[in-house]
């Protein structure tokens, strides 16, 4: 996503966790000399090349300006982004909130998250864990959790800070659900969102991003199967549907896992919406192992779902694992994104005809707590929640 700045423009690719560092930068660059920014992602082969994209595409636009790349991608292959000619500084991601690095005012504390309708809040940094397709933790290095005055304090300058409240705000982080385990008496997620609750009583949604479904303690299953202001959505990184391969993955969760955590969050919380990552084609997978990957589809009621074809990262062990062919990882990919297209429908379609409090966006669009999106009435301001009651489904939106 990119929008402009008073000195330029900063894209962000990738997850929440960069859109929230990205309003950072932002709020840093209000005092730097001409500069735009990309913010990069790594997760696959396919967001380096898009990161390398946004940086020619942001030199043409901006010949004058001082263009630099920050991100995972940007840490990982530093080298190889500062070898573009079109790049005249790199800054890593341990460097990428310290005001220095955008020759900003250090007295001037960056601006919170407020340019956006919900403000993004970043809660923890880094992973743990070893998943055998995954790279980020070399970008993100170990699991940093943020304590609990300084989340607050940050969501409160977020709250009260601009010409309009903010309504939601969104949790973010590299492994969300780690959060606590390295702060004194290691706390758990659950602990985090009762005291956000608690210390914003007026705050009418709280959303949480990706989770691990292991990691959900019970006081954070709760909150999310019972509490009003804790949005009905999750979004589980599940990756895939096939004990083998998430063996090979060396995820923590099994199939049955998954299925069971879904059917126990819907019987507390029937209208909850369950969103996942889904990675198609990973080494070694057959017809078998991509059959139960299709099947998690529905067994999960998945109607949010982020399918990743796989793509070979180097440095990985998945990398060194035998590969499928990309001509049929591509095919699998789409048969994904075909059933849950269909799985997405049928669950909009229960959603025609009924209310629904939708948060408004800049572009005529919003997001219902059940993160559907929905068309908002011509001229509602951004940022203000509204009741609509669709009639229909066009292009996979209600309105």
Known sequence: MSQLTPSGEVISLGCRLNIAESEAIRGFLADA???????????????????????RRLRRAH???????TGCAATIDADAFAAMAEVDAVVSNSLKLRPESWAANPARPPRAAGSHTRAFVPVQNGCDHACTFCIIPQGRGASVSVPVPSVLEAIGQTVLAGERPVHEVVLTGVDVTSWGADL?????????????????PTLPR?????????????????LITQEPRVMPHIHLSLQSGSDMVLKRMKRRHSRRDAIALVERMKARRPDIAIGADL???????????????????????????????????PGTPAA?????????????????RALAGRERTRWLETLVASPAQVLAERD????????????????????????????????????
Do not use: W
């Open 63 to 69: 010949p004058g300006a001082r263009l630099v790349v």
């Open 33 to 55: 000399p001409p500069t735009v920014v990309v913010n990069s992602c790594a997760v696959t082969a396919e967001a380096v090349r898009q990161s390398r994209r946004a940086v």
């Open 279 to 313: 990675i198609a084609g990973f080494p070694t997978e057959t017809a078998r192992m991509h059959a139960e990957n299709l099947s998690i589809v529905s067994e999960c009621a998945v109607v949010h779902a982020h399918i990743f074809p796989y793509s070979p990262r």
């Open 364 to 399: 005529g669009t919003g997001h219902a707590p059940n993160f559907a999106c929905y068309r908002v009435p011509v001229g509602t301001p951004a940022g203000n929640i509204v009741t609509v009651t669709p009639t229909r489904i066009v292009e996979g939106m209600l309105e």
């Open 184 to 200: 004194p008496g290691a706390p758990k997620l659950g602990h985090l969102v009762q005291a956000i609750l608690d210390a914003f």
């Open 320 to 336: 060194r694992m035998p590969q499928v062919d990309p001509v049929l990882v591509r095919e699998r990919a789409a048969e994904l």
């Open 206 to 222: 709280l959303r949480l991003s990706s989770l691990d479904g292991v990691e959900i303690d019970p006081l954070l299953f709760d």
